[in-house]
């Protein structure tokens, strides 16, 4: 009987540990690359806030990797693209370089122009904070769904759409061979304060959306498009993991009634901007949204059961004082 009750206190402190570890457990991130191309994802933790396991590594096609954040952590995750190493072993990328000269990017920013996914996990009312922004341009079409969380506004938002074939001249970046590699910001591209929503447009009332930022938002209406573009492209939710997705695959969810077929972007036929996605569906998004919960809120909810059980069959144990 005594071994009993020891073996029931053991349990029940290994539950204990483990119900608060999970009430303090990481948000964990999942990258997927479905680009044709390697990608080099780069990563950058908040001011104070301890750096994640990784600050960069390689993604090849078709490739995953995952990872846990601490609690309260917050940051962002970038595509870096056309990376090479010269013959010194300097490590640099076309878009997105973070100017470590190393694979990873310990504690170095995205070049712009570069499209961030940009996360503060557990922030105010315990609510994690997240959006897809182009504020700083566009690299690659990005999407991030949430996995398992909860909230009025715990949705998929992202940029699935190509820009780089149609950005403007005046804000193309090309690479060596002329390919177009990235699209930039107004603010990048031209410096001026009302562009970047600085000194005398430093505020929501005085920094209005340019032109260039409705291409962006008219692209991409989830993701932000200038600084104060707050109000369609923060999204909130409890309790979740996240998957980032480069080049995700988007279908149409609206086709021609007269051939089934909805009109090439870009066709004198089209009744939208070429860069529009408002009317499109990703893969696999709305599956795993939808999801009422992941394996660990189930292994969670058996845990609590378990912890009940054993702690009602403790009180009913006859005490040895």
């Known amino acids: 009987m005594e071994r009993l009750r020891l073996c029931s206190r053991v349990l029940l402190l290994a539950l204990t540990n483990f119900l608060i570890s999970e009430v303090h457990s990481s948000a964990t991130f999942t990258i997927v690359n479905k680009c044709e191309f390697t ?20 993604l090849q096609k078709g490739e995953t990797k995952t990872m846990a954040a601490p609690s309260s952590w917050g940051g962002r ?18 878009t997105g370089d973070c100017g470590s000269g190393k694979l990873e990017c310990s504690g170095g920013g995205a070049s712009p122009p570069a499209t961030l996914a940009e996360f503060k996990i ?12 182009l504020v700083d341009g566009y690299n690659l079409p990005m999407l991030v769904v949430p996995q398992g969380g ?86 909130t939710c409890t309790g979740a993991d996240y998957l980032i997705t480069f080049c995700p695959s988007p279908s149409a969810s609206q086709k021609s009634s007269s051939d089934g077929q909805g009109p090439e972007s870009g066709s004198d036929e089209s009744n939208t901007s070429p860069f529009d996605n408002s009317s499109m569906v990703y893969e696999g998004a709305l599956e795993v949204s939808a999801a009422p919960s992941t394996c660990i809120d ?24």
């Open 298 to 321: 189930v292994v969670r909810g058996q845990a609590v059961a378990v912890a009940v059980a054993i702690t009602a069959a403790m009180w009913r144990l006859p005490q040895p004082f």
């Open 122 to 133: 557990d922030g105010d009312g315990g609510k994690d904070f997240y959006d897809v922004s």
């Open 150 to 235: 909860s909230g009025d506004n715990c949705t998929t938002t992202g940029c699935v759409v190509d820009m780089n074939g149609a950005c403007p001249s005046e804000l193309r970046v090309t690479g060596v061979g002329g390919e177009r590699v990235a699209c930039k910001s107004a603010c990048e591209a031209f410096g001026k304060e009302q562009f970047c929503c600085s000194g005398a447009y430093g505020t929501p009332d005085s920094c209005k959306p340019s032109t260039y930022s409705q291409m962006f938002k008219s692209a991409c209406p989830l993701a932000y498009s200038y600084a104060y573009d707050d109000k369609s492209s923060t999204f």
């Open 39 to 58: 990608v080099w994802p780069g990563i950058l933790s908040n001011a104070g806030i301890a750096p994640l396991p990784t600050t960069g590594f390689a």
């Open 77 to 94: 995750f970038w595509g870096r693209t056309h990376c090479s190493e010269d013959s010194a072993g300097k490590f640099s990328c076309v």
